[in-house]
């Protein structure tokens, strides 16, 4: 029986130049999926203007409450983007564990990769507050000369404002 090759070959997730041959890394298999399902996650809906569908709406949970409801709601999210998004996986199970004092949430997703039948799974660190606290309460003040120069490029061109 001919070798399926459903899970297909793509390249490396951050790109990686091989030294040796001096061209792009390359994954295939279980890793392939598994920067599939990471690049889903990480990609806000309507970043890439030719494909406005693709990604999910986890950024928008950056400042949620910690709650079971809301944690609940979170796992299922992903959830439905992943079993949408990804058809080289099937059984997607989605885990969190709050770690407060470090102001994250462990996300442990559990999945089968669909063409070996192979249990595999990814776990990252979701960041709530995407700021670094300094401690200092003056540093997010800006005075009135600041403001006024905020909108102006670095020749004292006015910049435009998107």
């Known amino acids: 029986m001919a070798e399926r090759k459903f899970l297909g070959t793509g390249l490396k997730f951050p790109p990686e130049i091989d030294r040796a041959t001096g061209r792009f890394k390359t994954v295939s298999g ?3 999926v598994k920067e599939s399902i990471y690049l ?3 990609t806000q809906r309507s970043e890439r203007f030719v494909r406005p ?4 709406d986890i950024m928008s949970y950056t400042f949620m409450d910690t709650g079971e409801t809301m944690l609940s709601i979170f796992r299922r999210n992903i959830t439905q983007t992943i079993l949408e998004q990804e058809p080289r996986v099937s059984d997607v199970a989605v885990s969190t564990e709050v770690a407060e004092k470090q102001g994250m949430v462990i996300v442990s997703i559990n999945y089968i990769v669909s063409d070996t039948n192979k249990r595999d799974n990814l776990v990252f660190p979701f960041y709530l507050n995407t700021g670094e606290d300094t401690g200092e309460e003056g540093d997010l003040d800006l005075d009135a000369q600041q403001l006024e120069t905020a909108y102006y490029d670095e020749n004292g061109n006015e910049a435009e404002v998107y």
Do not use: H, K, Q
């Open 53 to 56: 569908f693709f990604g999910s």
């Open 40 to 42: 889903i996650l990480m």
């Open 30 to 32: 279980e890793e392939a």
